[in-house]
């Protein structure tokens, strides 16, 4: 029997021993439903092309977007500028191997002896005409993904098969989603009838200059040593495919700049947020590391 992402949430909170002593709640804690997330102020994105233009024309013509780029490149801030940009809340799911169509789409649960149909983020976006990104749509099974395929073409609908209801898109319903195509393999990949419902972009690390200045913009480093780490990642790229799967993203090196502002000495910054997170190999650990102590 196969047991859907609540159930087992809810038996995760069983599992857990019952505390006398309550943790204090903060006091900035707020809870909000996904329909109420919509950007007040503006997520910082620099755009490195036509993106923002494509992607505003894509969602005129009420037509799906498909992002690819490598890890930590941006494509998950770009989806909360457009959202902020369009003023849409913004329903993100992070796909996985055991993500089903009912996960998507959603299911029966028995609450106080009643059974209760329980929308899942997908209905949840078109019937509120929000967003939603399916982030890393290629680790979802195949069979998961083509429940997709009525809303990214003209038809634009989703069928609800288990409560005999098919739920049309408003105009400000959007679909997008993301994969890495750096970790496509025969076994995970988007099939051609998935791919060829959605407008592609494709993303990238943005060049040295534009680098230096996100660097500074996310950490409020100094020039100087905001160039230095984009140098560190750029020799860092070189070695994919020769020892490294990826190569240092835009992401690790906000992360040790900001780890430099807190007064880490630059050498260990380097070490804790970009190396260690690269791989786990003595060899190539040992060959990162030397790097960023020859430039810091």
């Not at 038996?11 to 804690?29: N, Y």
Request: glycine residues 6%; charged residues 25%; proline residues 6%.
């Amino acid at each position: 029997m196969r047991v859907g992402v609540s159930e087992r949430f809810q038996a995760t909170l069983c599992a857990i021993p019952f505390c006398k002593q309550r943790t204090p709640v903060s006091q900035h804690a707020r809870v909000l439903t996904p329909e109420e997330y919509v950007f007040s102020e503006e997520p910082y994105y620099e755009p490195v092309g036509d993106e923002v233009a494509i992607f505003e024309a894509a969602y005129k013509n009420r037509l799906p977007v498909l992002l690819k780029g490598p890890t930590g490149c941006g494509k998950t801030r770009f989806m909360e500028h457009m959202a902020w940009r369009l003023q849409r809340p913004l329903l993100t799911v992070s796909c996985h191997d055991d993500l089903t169509a009912s996960d998507l789409v959603g299911r029966f649960l028995i609450r106080g002896g009643e059974t209760l149909w329980v929308d899942g983020p997908l209905a949840r976006a078109v019937r509120n005409g929000s967003i939603c990104y399916l982030d890393e749509v290629v680790e979802a099974r195949k069979d998961t993904t083509v429940v997709i395929h009525p809303l990214g073409d003209d038809r634009r609908v989703l069928p609800m098969e288990k409560i005999g209801e098919l739920l049309v898109a408003p105009p400000e319903f959007c679909l997008a989603m993301s994969y890495n195509p750096g970790y496509q393999s025969v076994l995970k990949d988007l099939k051609q009838s998935t791919r060829q419902r959605f407008v592609a972009l494709e993303f990238d690390y943005p060049d040295a200059a534009l680098e230096q200045k996100i660097l500074q913009k996310e950490s409020g480093i100094d020039a100087q040593t905001a160039r230095q780490l984009v140098k560190f990642a750029q020799m860092t790229r070189n070695l994919k495919g020769q020892g490294l799967d990826e190569g240092a993203s835009t992401r690790l090196l906000v992360h040790a700049a900001k780890l430099m502002t807190a007064g880490i000495p630059p050498v260990a910054a380097c070490r804790s947020s970009i190396a260690q997170a690269l791989t786990d190999d003595p060899d190539m650990l040992s060959a990162v590391n030397e790097l960023s102590t020859s430039l810091f």
